[in-house]
């Protein structure tokens, strides 16, 4: 691996010192440490920036050690088909054609702030959002004509496209702009680590860096399909007495007949669960202006699937989402929106494909023998029932020099409540905002942190959630060029699945402290 991993640089720091593309590219670097899956790891990073024409491509040649000087595998795999074609894009940050709002604009890799049409159904989307941790090569396209607009994009090209979605709108209806939607996460699994590529993710593989095996009900080491393992549950009693016994030349006798076993752990290479849904809007121009628009518009929207009624245990139809009025206005450099809200039926969620959806794809629950069971978003529609209520954002961009966002949703009915094990009235909120300083002062080169909680009844306790993430990005100059920059970004997952975040066991943080400087 280290052979091909010093032959791939050499390759590339060639093609970059070329005197054509030289002239060209922004060549950045970068050296520091930053903590993927709870370890610290040292880094250093080439990432040029290669602009041709209207098109620009950022590559991420980053390579990873401990303190052992023990390269980090993962991303310079070259042991199969399969891993030599993710270990190759996994180099590409993003390859971009054009701007947002362009005629065609196109980009593949890093995505982040995702919208289709009025966002309805997908808000804000991010692939980006455990980077670099977990590195996804997604695409966006649009097309923007006087009479017809498309856009669509894809999560993941490793994933095989495993989320994509799309809108076309167009003046069909007395010129009023109509837009159709249509989403599918056709299997939402696929967003889980599975490390040695034997169809079980990692968190319920007991043995997920061993192709071999994958199943350990006693948790002893050995597999249960493991020739050596004579008692696969561990109460004390020998399975069979047969050949494997030392000494033992007499026929097979079963000992124990009832060998309590955990359950098979799902396997993505059969196993899936897809999720889709479509949205219709039509929205009117009241005034439209170079600064100064207002646009009234309506949507809806049908979410295609299956949950389970906490009530009465029923798997029952995924419902319907109503946008009847909203209101989207420009002022100057103020950006404000107002949406009333309905959930006639239950089992529907707005912005559901939203800056948190690679994390809350899956959560985790566990059954009656402690095995953890994956759990999707879409199973967790169930215990939404009918709500009303609002939605209300504002962007500002004051002077130049900084950009606030700030978003608030607030809807009241029916929630599942565990503890009273019935659908009780109360409160679904959302909250999120964000800060970024468009330019540098001082030491300051940059600067942004943001905030976003969802489904909780009161975002403003600030009690951390699945749905919480928190993150900010600092960067300050140390003169000749050297930037210090501090990465910090962290989520939540609910790994003992107790319907709660139980401390650092249960908190992921993804930090990185580089220098960066341009050569």
Do not use: C
Not at 83 to 109: C, F, M, V, W
Not at 234 to 239: E, R, S, V
Not at 330 to 341: T, W
Not at 394 to 413: E, H, K, P, R, W
Request: charged share 25%.
């Amino acid at each position: 691996m280290r052979r091909y991993l010093i032959t791939f640089l050499i390759v590339i720091f060639a093609i970059l010192s070329s005197k054509l593309v030289r002239a060209q590219i922004k060549n950045n670097g970068a050296i520091g440490s930053v903590t993927i899956d709870g370890k610290i790891w040292n880094q250093f990073a080439m990432r040029p920036l290669v602009p041709i024409g209207k098109f620009a491509v950022a590559f991420d040649l980053v390579v990873y050690f401990d303190a052992e000087g023990k390269v980090r595998t993962e991303g310079w795999d070259f042991s199969s088909a399969p891993l030599i074609k993710n270990t190759l894009i996994d180099k590409i940050y993003y390859i971009k054609y054009g701007n947002p709002g362009e005629a065609i604009h196109g980009r593949i890799g890093a995505l982040s702030g995702v919208s289709l049409g009025y966002g309805i159904l997908v808000n804000g989307y991010s692939n980006s959002i455990l980077y670099p941790q977990d590195r996804k090569i997604g695409v966006s396209f649009e097309k923007n004509q006087q009479y017809i607009k498309f856009k669509a994009f894809v999560n993941d090209l490793k994933e095989n496209a495993g989320l994509f979605g799309g809108r076309i709108q167009t003046r069909a209806i007395m010129g009023i702009p109509l837009g159709i939607t249509f989403v599918s996460d056709r299997n939402q699994y696929l967003g889980l680590k599975d490390s040695d590529n034997d169809g079980r993710p990692n968190i319920v593989d007991d043995f997920p860096n061993n192709k071999k095996w994958w199943l350990d009900t006693d948790g002893d080491g050995l597999s249960d399909y493991d020739p050596n393992e004579r008692d696969i549950d561990g109460d004390g009693i020998t399975d069979t007495l047969d050949s494997r016994i030392p000494g033992y030349l007499g026929d097979l006798v079963v000992l124990d007949n009832n060998i309590l076993k955990k359950d098979e752990p799902i396997n993505l290479s059969r196993d899936s669960d897809n999720i889709k849904a479509v949205a219709i809007d039509l929205g009117y121009p009241l005034v439209k202006k170079e600064n100064y628009s207002i646009t009234i518009y309506s949507q809806a929207a049908q979410m295609i699937g299956k949950a389970i009624n906490p009530g009465t245990k029923k798997i029952e139809n995924l419902g319907v989402g109503i946008i009847p009025f909203g209101l989207a206005s420009q002022f100057g450099p103020l950006r404000f929106k107002l949406e009333y809200r309905i959930i006639p039926n239950g089992r529907f969620e707005f912005d559901y494909w939203n800056r948190l959806y690679e994390i809350e794809r899956i959560s985790f629950v566990r059954n009656n023998s402690n095995q953890v069971i994956l759990r999707t978003k879409e199973s967790r529609l169930g215990k939404y029932g009918q709500q009303r209520g609002y939605f209300s954002g504002a962007f500002v961009d004051i002077g130049g020099l900084l950009q606030a966002n700030f978003s608030y949703n607030n809807m009241t009915g029916n929630l599942w409540s565990e503890s009273d094990s019935q659908f009780m009235e109360t409160k679904n909120q959302a909250l999120l905002y964000s800060l970024k300083l468009k330019k540098g002062f001082s030491r300051f080169k940059h600067a942004s942190a943001f905030y976003q909680q969802r489904n909780v009844p009161n975002p403003f306790k600030f009690e951390y959630s699945e749905s919480t993430i928190i993150g900010y990005n600092l960067g300050i100059s140390m003169g000749q060029g050297l930037v210090l920059n501090y990465i910090f970004r962290r989520s939540f997952r609910d790994y003992n699945a107790n319907g709660r975040i139980d401390g650092d066991s249960e908190t992921l943080d993804i930090t990185s402290i580089e220098t960066s400087f341009i050569f």
